[in-house]
Each structure stands twice: as C-alpha cells, then as structure tokens.
C-alpha cells in the first residue's frame, strides 16, 4: 500500500475510534429521552365542551384518560377577551369627570366581575399612568386612559382559575405568553413570573414573536433562568423571531415541540395524523406535541377528539415512546473539543484520499498532504473560541459543521474510487472509508446544540455536487468531460440554498392519508416501497454501481463507466446523510441503513467473485 494511503487509514482508525466514543455516549443519552408530552390546545378544548354539552372540568378528566398530559394557558388581553365575547366595550352610565392624563376615557363591562378585577389589577401593574379603575357603582365596569388599539395588544397575564381548573383533572398547565409592542424587563419579568407560578415548568410564546423580541431578548432569557422555566421550540412548524437565541441560551431546558398548521391538517385525518405525529417524534426528535383538534374537515362530532388522542398515544407506544411522566430537561449532551478534534482525523483522511485521487497527485506530495491533514483538526479548534460578547453570549460551532461537510464532501468520493479500482481489496477499503465517515458525522453532529435543533449541519449543495464533480472529472472524452462539469456547476447554482439529500431522507409516516380505494392502496404502498424516499434506503446501490461496471467489462473513463461510478457516489451521499440527523436516534439510523448497505455488498461481491472466476477461464 502507498505510503500515503496508509497514513489516510491510519488517521481514520484513530479518529473513529473518538467518533465512536462520542456515539456511545450518544445513545445513553438518546435512551434516556424517550418521554413525549402531549399539549391540548385551550380554545380547543373550550369548543368541544360547548358543542359536547359538557363542562371543561368534565372534558379534562376525559383527555387525561384518553391520553393528554397537558393543556395551553393564554395569556389574557383585552383584545382576545372581546373577541371571545368576555368583555365588551360600553357606554358609562357616569363617566368620569377628570382629563383622561393620555388618550380619552375608554369603558368596558364584563359579566365575570373576578374577569373585571384581573384586567384593572393587571393594567394598573404594568402601566399605572393610564389609570385603569373599575367603576364604584358597578363591580363588573372598569375604565382606563388610552385606546384600545395600543392597550388592548398587551400581555395581561393569565387566569388563575383557569389553571386549577385544569389542575383539577391531574393535567398540567402550559403558559402561552403573547408578544406586543415595547414589552420591556419589568413586563417581562411580571409575565413570566406568573407562568412560573401557574404554570408546570414549560412557558410556549404563542405567534410568531418572542416575547422581548428583539432587543429584549436577553431580558427573556434572564427571566426565564430565574424562574427555571422550559422553553418550547417549535423549530419545524414555525419560526417565531428570536427562538434560535432562546433556545441556543436556555440549553438543557429546551422541548423540542411541534404544532400542525392548518393547511397541514387539510389533507390529513384523525389517523394518519396521529401516525404523522409518531413519524415526527420518531424521526424529527420532537418531544412535545401541541394538538388542535379537527374542526370542520375530517371532523364528524366533537368528542372524536378522544379517539384522535387513543391513535396518538397508540402510534407513539407502537415506536418505543412513553406518553407523561415529567417533562424534564435531559442532562446536556456535551462533547470535549478535543474529541471533536480527533474525531477530524477522519475527514482529513477521507479528504486526503479523494483529493490526491481527483488531482492524481504524486506519491511524495500525496504523502506530504495527507500527514499535513492530520493537524488540521486540531488547528481549526481556534473558530470555535468566542471572539466578542455575542459569541460569549451564543457560542460559535464552526468546527463540527465544517469537519462534518468535509467528510460529506470527500467520503463517497474516496469510497467509489477505491473500490473501482481495487478489486476485492477496494470493496473492504471502500466499506472502510464508509463506516467511518457514517460514524463520524454521527459524532460531529452530536451535542445538545445539535439535539435540540438549535445547531444544524449545512451541506451548501456542496455535499451533493462536489463528489459528482470529482466524478466527472475522470472521464476520458474532454466533451463530455466539459458537459458533465457544466451540469455540475449549474445543479449546484441551482441548489445551494436547498437541502436537497435532508428532504430525501425524511421518512414517511406509517399510513396512507387517505385510503379511497384499493388501486389507491395499493398505487400508495408502491410508492412507500420505490419513492425516493427515505434516501437510506438506496444504500445498496453504493457498493453495487461500481461492481456492476467491472461485471460488464466497463472501461474506465467511458461514459458508463462514469455513470456507474456517479451512481455510487449519490448512493452514498444517500447513505450518509442519515447520520447527519443529529434529532434521530443513532440507532434507528444504523438499523434501516445498515442492512441495506450489507445487501448491496453481498451482491458487489457476488459481481466480483462472477469477474474473478471470469478472467481465471479467460487465462485458461
């Protein structure tokens, strides 16, 4: 073996063994975090006692037994409480004789008189100028200096009645804080205060802002330190301004969550969406599931709700999850620098591989490049020390992000060459370079920034089109050469904002949306079986491409000798980028993609053994 090549395999060696260490205590981890806690939406459940003819406390009792773990808490508003009827502005019997000290007299009643005491206590605590009073003759009339345009947005804080209510059937409450113009520390502070005090340990913001957003948000993170609170991220459904600095700052106490939207549940009914919602926790590491029941379409009576619940439940069970239990934060995820630095050997054995193959570089140089690769790792430690107050604040990870894309740029290159030209021996070097590079972003892509969504790899477009590149740049014929590049460059263009191998590797939930039909049955579990997605499952045509090529007596550099290898290289890249899901388990991972990749190798290998027995008859 050339020198340099064996220094490559050496630094892979030691550096899957860091990887490997990382992934154990990866999956301990990822053992631990098997809780999901489902969320029932308040208006929701509002609506289906009304319509069911029950009282809430009596639908509560029913959700927990049918499988909620939580219910949402809004915060209260003049606004909301209007829309809902609950207060209603009025014309006062006696107006009050004094200047209004901002804005002119506005006057409202409620029929709640404890509703009309929370709303003027609540005013007078955040903005005491406008005066809020309730009137002396009329406990249920209250009246303050403004509009209601201005006043009515804000935060009101939350009904304590509301809470015991829910408390009241064993079921715990989830605050949802709104956001509105100027919330600053003091509001802040008093809100979340409050959803401490009524709430279980986990505060929601509801819309699409942050409460503090934006230039209070360090405020936000303060107050929810100091009063211990769980922040939701919801990192798929939507993204509410300021969730990436929340998260990034409140590690450990983040629950990855997830809500459907609405145009979500159109072509979704109650069972495929209860599957849907396994295939998220399954696959999209989501922990806390924020339901809103089926209203008009797809709903037939207000309590299938319950049955809605039941397939949750069941689907999430069918896949290893427990439903409850405490929503706790797990302990963090934590990787040493140093072992992220060791685990680079790989990529800088893998990228010294592919680099010295692409560029036909010259043994002596080959080798001097591959020992120079080996201190990169290492070096490139310095990106990750902080070098202002934000990345004090938000600490960087460009070292993991750009090891990984390093490996996913270089390692289905290195492999398909390897086991093109080889022989047998290529094949077990290939299967090698593949091993650990599938190790290695595992581990790179670990840690509880990674876990919880709040780092993420990024490919760039890179990871796909580099190695096709690489590929093309072999063949003989300097037309097609010139055309294969060009394509190349252009895909990339193309591209490069996209994630286009993560959108092929997400999976698909375990039932069809719809089953019409027995054609559309069938014509749907077809598609499960030969669609492209998951990408995983393609693995086997990794080893097989280039097989296949020298069973057919492909020369190399032809056009379909090229096409076999370039088949290769997207197979793996298909293989890969599993790994690269730091929210998957590990595990489940390994298993639907390692099975795949030991048959397309069993079938390599039965091509070469067939080529082998081939040339002996030809000798003959």
Known sequence: MKPSRLFAFAMIAAGAQAALQTLTRRARWETENKRVQIVIDYDDASAVSIRAGISRAELYEQLRKHGATHVSLPELALTRLIHVGRVVPVVPHTPRTGPPPVGQWMYFAS??????????????????????????????TFSYAGD??????????????????????????????????WADQPLIERTLEQSAALGDGIVAFDGDLILGHEMHLKETVNALAKNNLT?????????QRGDWFIAKSRMPNVLLADAMTPAQMVPEDFHSAAHRWAMLVRERGIRLLYVNFFRVIHATEPLECLHYLEHIVEALEHDGFTVGGEAIALQP???????????????AGVAALALNKALDVPEPFATGITLAGAAVPFALRVLDKPRNELERMYAPSYLPKLLALTTAVSAPFAATVLAAENGLGGFVAAGMVDASSAVTLGALTTGADYQMRVEEYRGYGLDVWLPLLGVALRLRDSRLRTAAVGVGILGWWLTRHRDILGQFDQDHAESHTHHLSTSGRILGDIKLRVGPRPARKWAWLAPVGVAAAKFFNTRPGTGSAIAASGASVLAREWMLVGFRKPERNIELTARTTLPNYAVGTAIAFGFMLLV?????FDGE
């Not at 509703?115 to 309730?134: C, G, H, K, N, Y």
Request: proline share 6%; glycine share 4%.
């Open 111 to 140: 029929a709640e008189a404890e509703l009309a005491d929370t709303v003027v206590r609540e005013l007078s605590a955040r903005v005491p100028f406008i005066q809020a009073a309730r009137d002396p003759n009329d406990a249920c």
């Open 148 to 181: 209601l345009e201005t006043i009515g947005e804000m935060g009101l804080g939350f009904e304590s009645a509301r809470a015991e209510e829910i408390h009241a059937a064993a079921l715990r409450v989830v605050p949802r804080p709104i956001s509105y113009a």
């Open 231 to 239: 922040y939701a991220y919801f990192c798929l459904s939507r993204h």
């Open 333 to 347: 995820l934590a990787v040493p620098p140093n072992e992220t630095a060791r685990t680079g050997l790989v990529s």
């Open 612 to 616: 082998s027995a081939r040339e002996m």
